[in-house]
């Protein structure tokens, strides 16, 4: 045994990201995944209310119909409702569309067009610049991770209500699907979708580091 070993975890192997949320609420339940600024101070977020809320969002796109091969954006500032999306996105069987959001408005339409998204999950802050984007075809739904918006589109925490009263079961998802598709800055261009780790397998190798 060297110095390192007694700091490190026990090796659960490689599985999807669909099944992190589920795991982490086991290990760590009530503990802080993570902590937001509202109001003028900082609130704490449990790895099981986390879990909660990814699973309420998963199975409301499930009620609406989102399938194995479907394809979700995401775009917006780094909060816990784009990580909620993103995993719940994971967990409903889909894959996920990370929209940079430094790209300009014909920009993320490209990356939209481009990759058959059906649905959108964006912030306030990019809510207008979306619904001003010339016709999507495929996009049939805009989420808000925010409630106080004029725009017309569906509320995060509307979804995450009705998700909650929702009794619907999530398959298990197999480490070779599509996870993401990651799209590139265009910098001699518009963006290109990168296959550079497109497999649940691929994604959660990037994602694991040793605990020292």
């Known amino acids: 045994m060297n110095e390192y070993d007694s700091h490190?975890?026990?090796?659960?192997?490689?599985?999807?990201?669909?099944?992190?949320?589920?795991?982490?609420?086991?290990?760590?339940s009530d503990l802080p995944i993570m902590r937001t600024w509202e109001d003028e101070?900082?609130?704490a977020i449990t790895y099981r209310q986390f879990r909660d809320m990814v699973f309420a969002i998963a199975r409301w796109l499930l009620f609406k119909g989102i399938?194995?091969?479907?394809?979700i954006g995401v775009l917006g500032e780094n909060r816990r409702e784009w990580a909620a999306?993103?995993?719940?996105?994971?967990?409903?069987?889909a894959a996920v569309i990370p929209v940079d959001s430094m790209l300009p408005?014909?920009?993320?339409?490209?990356?939209?067009?481009?990759s058959n998204s059906k649905m959108l999950f964006t912030s306030a802050k990019f809510l207008s610049l979306v619904n001003e984007l010339e016709e999507i075809p495929s996009l049939k739904t805009i989420i808000s991770f925010d409630d106080n918006v004029e725009e017309s589109c569906t509320l995060l925490s509307d979804v995450i209500k009705?998700?909650?009263?929702?009794?619907?079961?999530?398959?298990?998802?197999?480490l070779s699907e599509?996870?993401?598709?990651?799209?590139?800055s265009g910098t001699t261009g518009h963006s290109k979708g990168s296959d550079a780790f497109p497999s649940q397998h691929h994604l959660e190798c990037s994602l694991r580091l040793p605990d020292l």
């Open 85 to 93: 999306s993103y995993l719940a996105i994971q967990t409903a069987g």
């Open 162 to 174: 009705a998700g909650a009263d929702l009794d619907l079961k999530f398959r298990k998802r197999d």
């Open 105 to 114: 408005a014909p920009g993320i339409r490209h990356v939209l067009m481009d």
């Open 178 to 184: 599509i996870a993401a598709i990651l799209y590139t």
């Open 8 to 28: 490190l975890r026990d090796d659960r192997g490689i599985f999807p990201l669909s099944e992190l949320v589920e795991r982490s609420a086991k290990d760590f």
């Open 67 to 71: 399938k194995e091969g479907d394809h």
């Open 41 to 43: 101070e900082y609130r």
